[in-house]
């Protein structure tokens, strides 16, 4: 990205830090309680964080919240829009903003990612 915008010093640029993102169980895990219910967000977020941990649920990236079709969709949702700020703004003549492909539509996909024992306990860490 930051070549794309031109910036010159990239030796100097901090590499040591990565925005990392909740993985998808984390993300199934919250969407299981009513967080207008809850009154310390922050508490509850690191409650959930280690029931997943002691609960040893293998995590998904994020990006696979949507199934392949869904991700190639949204993608092809934004790709005019993309070639526009890509030859306007950053002045990419051949309007690619990502040199990422569309992601495939094709592979292996599960719904969910939490069993019915981990959204129970889930379940109960955010009843009031």
Not at 48 to 75: G, H, T, W
Request: glycine share 4%; proline share 5%.
């Amino acid at each position: 990205f930051l070549k794309t915008i031109k910036v010159k010093d990239l030796e100097s640029a901090d590499h040591s830090y990565h925005n990392k993102s909740d993985g998808r169980a984390f993300i199934e895990a919250m969407s299981l309680i009513d967080l207008n219910a809850v009154e310390d967000v922050t508490n509850l977020k690191s409650k959930v964080r280690m029931a997943l941990q002691d609960l040893n649920v293998k995590d998904a990236p994020y990006f696979e919240i949507l199934s392949p079709v869904a991700r190639r969709s949204f993608c092809e949702r934004f790709l005019d829009s993309n070639e526009y700020v890509a030859k306007h703004f950053l002045k990419i003549p051949n309007g690619r903003l990502f040199a990422e492909p569309l992601p495939s539509i094709e592979g292996t996909w599960k719904e969910r990612v939490l069993d019915d024992e981990a959204r129970n306990i889930i379940k109960k860490i955010g009843s009031p």
